[in-house]
């Protein structure tokens, strides 16, 4: 709900997350509205030169979703039909829709059971001749070994596109996610620490992808809206290529301008939650919270724990432990491979992301959580392990 201009959480219940949204963005989104410009322009620009700048990348493409930058990314590869892409099954199931949309085939690849990413180990286990691109989530903001990943696609001379929906503000290697990728997707939903609603981004260092992605975002036109407008004088755009409706407005963007402000806050805010939960549940045994890698930092965009063979209730019945508490909490990572959309889609054996699947769940996080709220969440959890 909305209360003085602020998203907050109901009082009772405490919400899974809840965007950092208040009065600075409504004065943006309103400043555009006035402006008279509300679809993609001036303030578009803006957005995709700040934002590559923080994640260390040339250029940015502003694009409706992270979808549909996944999508534009794979296409400036040259990704079609008969082609396979190696994807984590331990994703949201956009990852993998993303390869279906060019004509390709995902193929699903296992995971490492400390940070639920691709390794170079599991990626290999799939891949084969066909193989025309790696898809390397890092999963609820946890960094990927992106470094080891980019050493052995060029070994494979396979691309490598970075799904980093979750990561804004994770960084591995002492730089931000994003840095050096060859091209790399984000993710403005509500559920990411960065929101503009709805709305994504491609990052690439190469100019001519960049130019190419702008184009299609908007129907393959040579010219966009913006520049026609600017040009003062008649302008007739021609259509190079089938393209598709993929753009962000600016007023999405303008939000997206004052949250960009807010990022390392928000960070730093998440991190210190995380590491006052793992505190807290260290001595309940069977659960395995989420950890940073030895390499990198992650944003805590979810906060999950695993739960040991031993624990005494399963994890479907923790949730609803946890729901009649008046706790929101959420299953851990899907597995896309287990979703009817994907039978019998190749896949390598997957036991790993079965178990992380089968037994984890995300607990409430968000930059407004109170230390009483989160003494709520770990009394629940403790009260399940004890007493059933």
Same mark, same amino acid.
């Given at each position: 709900?909305? @209360?003085?201009? +602020?998203?907050?959480?109901?009082?009772?219940?405490?919400?899974?997350?809840?965007? #950092?949204?208040?009065?600075?963005?409504? *004065?943006?989104?309103?400043?555009?509205?006035?402006?008279?410009?509300?679809?993609?322009?001036? /303030?578009?620009?803006?957005?995709?030169?700040?934002? +590559?700048?923080?994640?260390?990348?040339?250029?940015?493409?502003?694009?409706?979703?992270?979808?549909?930058?996944?999508?534009? !990314?794979?296409?400036?590869?040259?990704?079609? !039909?008969?082609?396979?892409?190696?994807?984590?099954?331990?994703?949201?199931? @956009?990852? +993998?829709?993303?390869? %279906?949309?060019?004509?390709?085939?995902?193929?699903?690849?296992?995971?490492?059971?400390?940070?639920?990413?691709?390794?170079?180990?599991?990626?290999?286990?799939?891949?084969?001749? %066909?193989?025309?691109?790696?898809?390397?989530?890092? *999963?609820?903001?946890?960094?990927?070994?992106?470094?080891?990943?980019?050493?052995?696609? =060029? %070994?494979?001379?396979?691309?490598?596109?970075?799904?980093?929906?979750?990561?804004?503000?994770?960084?591995?290697?002492?730089?931000?996610?994003?840095?050096?990728?060859?091209?790399?997707? #984000?993710?403005?939903?509500?559920?990411?620490?960065?929101?503009?609603?709805?709305?994504?981004?491609?990052?690439?260092?190469?100019?001519? #992808?960049?130019? %190419?992605?702008?184009?299609? /975002?908007?129907?393959?036109?040579?010219?966009?809206?913006?520049?026609?407008?600017?040009?003062?004088?008649?302008?007739?755009?021609?259509?190079?290529?089938?393209?598709?409706?993929?753009?962000?407005?600016?007023?999405?963007? @303008?939000?997206?301008?004052?949250?960009?402000?807010?990022?390392?806050?928000?960070?730093?805010?998440?991190?210190?939650?995380?590491?006052?939960? &793992?505190?807290?549940?260290?001595?309940?045994?069977?659960?395995?919270?989420?950890?940073?890698? =030895?390499?990198?930092? $992650?944003?805590?965009?979810?906060?999950?724990?695993?739960?040991?063979?031993?624990?005494?209730? $399963?994890?479907?019945?923790?949730?609803?432990?946890?729901?009649?508490?008046?706790?929101?909490?959420?299953?851990?990572?899907? =597995? !896309?491979?287990? &979703?009817?959309?994907?039978?019998?889609?190749?896949?390598?054996?997957?036991?790993?992301?079965?178990?992380?699947?089968?037994?984890?769940?995300?607990?409430?996080?968000?930059?407004?959580?109170? &230390?009483?709220? *989160?003494?709520?969440?770990?009394? =629940?959890? /403790?009260?399940?392990?004890?007493?059933?």
């Amino acid at each position: 709900m909305v @209360a003085g201009g +602020a998203v907050t959480a109901d009082v009772g219940r405490i919400p899974v997350m809840v965007p #950092w949204l208040g009065e600075e963005e409504a *004065q943006a989104a309103a400043d555009a509205v006035r402006s008279g410009w509300v679809a993609q322009g001036p /303030r578009v620009a803006e957005f995709e030169r700040a934002f +590559a700048a923080r994640v260390g990348a040339g250029h940015g493409v502003a694009v409706s979703s992270c979808t549909t930058a996944l999508h534009l !990314a794979l296409t400036v590869l040259g990704v079609g !039909a008969g082609d396979e892409v190696v994807v984590p099954s331990l994703s949201f199931v @956009a990852t +993998a829709n993303a390869v %279906r949309y060019t004509g390709a085939v995902p193929v699903f690849a296992d995971v490492d059971p400390r940070t639920a990413n691709l390794t170079p180990q599991t990626v290999d286990a799939v891949r084969t001749p %066909r193989t025309r691109a790696v898809l390397l989530v890092h *999963q609820g903001g946890v960094p990927a070994d992106a470094d080891g990943m980019r050493a052995a696609c =060029a %070994r494979w001379g396979v691309p490598l596109v970075e799904d980093a929906a979750c990561a804004v503000g994770t960084s591995a290697g002492g730089r931000p996610v994003g840095s050096g990728a060859l091209l790399a997707a #984000w993710s403005f939903h509500p559920r990411k620490l960065l929101t503009t609603g709805e709305g994504g981004m491609v990052t690439t260092d190469d100019a001519q #992808w960049a130019a %190419r992605m702008r184009r299609l /975002r908007e129907h393959g036109m040579n010219v966009s809206a913006a520049e026609r407008h600017a040009a003062g004088k008649p302008v007739l755009e021609a259509y190079l290529e089938t393209g598709f409706n993929y753009r962000m407005t600016d007023i999405q963007a @303008a939000v997206g301008l004052v949250q960009l402000g807010k990022l390392s806050e928000m960070v730093a805010r998440r991190r210190e939650l995380a590491a006052r939960y &793992e505190k807290l549940l260290a001595d309940i045994p069977g659960l395995e919270p989420v950890r940073d890698p =030895a390499y990198g930092e $992650g944003n805590f965009q979810s906060y999950w724990v695993l739960l040991g063979e031993d624990f005494p209730v $399963g994890r479907d019945e923790l949730l609803a432990v946890l729901s009649d508490a008046g706790i929101s909490a959420r299953r851990g990572i899907m =597995a !896309a491979h287990l &979703e009817p959309a994907y039978a019998g889609h190749p896949a390598g054996p997957l036991p790993v992301t079965e178990l992380i699947s089968g037994r984890s769940l995300i607990l409430p996080l968000f930059h407004t959580m109170t &230390e009483a709220q *989160q003494d709520r969440v770990v009394d =629940a959890l /403790r009260d399940a392990a004890v007493t059933r």
